[in-house]
């Protein structure tokens, strides 16, 4: 299977809006197992197509420990925002080796279409939720380092751009401190 070359913010490319799928056929069921495949070889537990720098609203994730518990959500579409918050440390396998706290609603009703192009709705809080949000907040261009202070957010910009000069970044695996990345 062939794993996909993750975009590396400050990309100019992960700030593009992702166009909604028209259909769900086996194109779209290819890209959603090679982001899968990339998503388990970079130790994510997200991954937005844009992030891999194919602009359609696919996201996969995968927060289960054992990590079978694989989730596609093709077009979604955030239907219900709790008003109580949830403050989590998110990180990014297109921000590296970075994490922040990032406040968001705990609970989420989402609609989309699932790997088959059949339609659902389902709810989500947690972890689950999270990861939704912050995957959806890639499908319109935001990462989650926009949830932060530009003080904070422009620190981690230079250092990645540090890091990528020094050759660190031509792998996931080569990132230090690495930790499961949203």
Partial sequence: MKKLKVLHFPDPRLRKKAKPVEGVNEEIRSIVDQMFHTMYEEKGIGLAATQVNIHKRIIVIDVSEKKDEKVCLINPEILFLSD???????????????YE??????KIKVSTLDYNGNKIEFEASGLLATCIQHEIDHLNGKLFVDHISSLKRN???????????????????????YKSAV
């Fill in 84 to 98: 109580e918050a949830e403050t989590m440390e998110e990180g990014c396998l297109s921000v590296p080796g970075f």
């Fill in 155 to 177: 620190r981690i910009e230079k250092k990645i751009i540090k890091l990528k000069k020094e050759g660190v970044l031509t792998s996931r695996k080569n990132t230090p401190d």
């Fill in 101 to 106: 706290s990032v406040s968001r609603p705990s």
